[in-house]
Every structure is written in structure tokens, then in C-alpha cells.
């Protein structure tokens, strides 16, 4: 085959595909025929807000089909898509052209689904403080949207006694689960706290869920609640640590 020729076809198969970035657009570009899709959103969307998404796509009267990870579609006009994201983390916006002979894709978008901090104890996830505050509320997310606390509604505590020597020696974690049905520390989880050792135990929140003005309820990441001797001062005082932990 002449070289010129194999030229040609390499360069016809580059544009057939974008490259897919977070938060960037990708447009497919594909044989004659499919239509050209742009998708425009916010870089990040807010998971207790209800958000717009933007599709346009060129072509002669294409029928497609959208599709959104982790959200519901919840109206369509013209080329905007209100929805409603029910999970955090990352989610995908798909584009399909739907053809004689099946569904094409013709659009990909990924971006973050933000959650509202996290707060244990007046402690804000992803921060640490040397006091744990009970308060009126234990868990809660605050909602800069809303501009107010939304309590947790139930939640499970994992406590490991003795982690770091039990694994030391080969041996498997003693673990002790704990369930809340409101947003307040229960009388056991309250005393495992008390009696936490910052050097070998271990403390899990998950299966947090909060509800919004409207009455749906959406999930949270679970968190570690960790904590370290303050030897700086001297004084030997815990410093509490919240983050984010996959289980």
C-alpha cells in the first residue's frame, strides 16, 4: 500500500476520538452520519442542589438518549436537563445517538458531586481540634446552599480495641459495631470515646444518611475519627482527627 495512503488512514482514525478529561467536554468526533455533541455544566455540582445540564447536538433531527451516573433526571426542556444527584463522589454524563442499527455514544462528560462537610462533634471532617463538642446535634452536614445544619439521621460506629497491636501479632482486629437511629451519640458509642486509646484503637462513621428541606434523604462517605498525642506543648493532649476513609 503507498505510504501516502497510510498516512491518511492514520490521520482519519485520530479524529475519531477526544480525549476525556474531568470537568472537560468531550466531543466525539465520529464517521458521517452521527451528530456532534457538546455538554456544558458547572465543574462541580453541589449534591443536595438541583442542578442544569446543557446538551447540544448538531445534526440532522438526531434522537438520542442521556444518561447520568448517580443522579435522576427529574425534567428536560430543550437542551436543558434539570437534575438531581443522590450520590457523592464522581459522576458521568453520557450521550447516545440512537441509530437504525443501536446506540452510538457521541458525548462524555465526568465531574465531582460535592457533599456538604461532614461535622462530628463541632469537629469538621478533614480538619482536627483538641475538643469534641456533644452539643444539641453530633453529626451533621452543614449546607452552604440551605445555610443551615442538616443532622445526620442514622449511622453505624465501627470501633477496633487495640488495633495496631492485634494486627502486630497476626491476629484479627476485634471489632465492635454500634447503630444510631438519630443524629446524637448513643450511651455505648459515648463510652468507647471515653475510653479511646490514640496509639492502637480505631473509630469508623458510615452508613450516614441526612435529609433535605424536601424529605429526600441522600448518602454520606464514611469517616475515621483518629487522634495523636500533642507533644509539642509538652502537655500530652489528644489532637482529634476527621477524615474521609473507605471501609
Do not use: W
Not at 437542551?79 to 442499527?101: A, E, H, L
Amino acid at each position: 500500500m503507498p505510504l501516502a495512503i497510510i498516512h491518511i488512514l492514520i490521520f482519519i482514525s485520530a479524529l475519531s476520538f477526544s480525549q476525556v478529561r474531568k470537568g472537560k467536554t468531550a466531543i466525539i468526533k465520529v464517521r458521517a452520519g452521527l451528530a456532534k455533541c457538546e455538554i456544558s455544566c458547572e465543574d462541580k455540582f453541589l449534591l443536595e442542589k438541583t442542578s442544569d445540564i446543557t446538551i447540544k447536538v448538531k445534526g440532522r433531527n438526531p434522537k438520542i438518549d442521556v444518561r447520568v451516573k448517580g443522579c435522576e433526571i427529574m425534567s428536560v426542556k430543550g437542551n436543558v436537563y434539570r437534575v438531581r444527584f443522590i450520590n457523592p463522589g464522581i459522576s458521568v454524563i453520557y450521550v447516545y445517538q440512537i441509530t437504525d442499527k443501536g446506540r452510538k455514544i457521541i458525548g462524555v462528560k465526568e465531574t465531582d458531586v460535592v457533599p456538604p462537610p461532614f461535622y462530628f462533634c463541632g469537629l469538621k471532617v478533614d480538619s482536627s481540634s483538641k475538643q469534641l463538642k456533644l452539643g444539641l446535634v453530633h453529626l451533621y452536614v452543614y449546607s452552604d446552599y440551605y445555610k443551615s445544619k442538616l443532622p445526620v439521621d442514622k449511622f453505624y460506629m465501627l470501633y477496633y480495641k487495640d488495633f495496631t497491636g492485634t494486627v502486630r501479632k497476626n491476629k484479627k482486629p476485634i471489632a465492635d459495631t454500634l447503630r444510631a437511629e438519630t443524629c446524637k451519640l448513643t450511651s455505648a458509642m459515648r463510652e468507647r470515646i471515653r475510653h479511646y486509646q490514640p496509639k492502637s484503637d480505631k473509630i469508623y462513621f458510615y452508613n450516614l444518611y441526612f435529609t433535605l428541606p424536601d424529605k429526600t434523604i441522600r448518602p454520606l462517605e464514611p469517616v475515621e475519627l483518629s487522634a495523636a498525642m500533642d507533644t509539642l506543648l509538652n502537655d500530652y493532649s489528644v489532637i482529634y482527627v476527621l477524615r474521609r476513609k473507605r471501609i
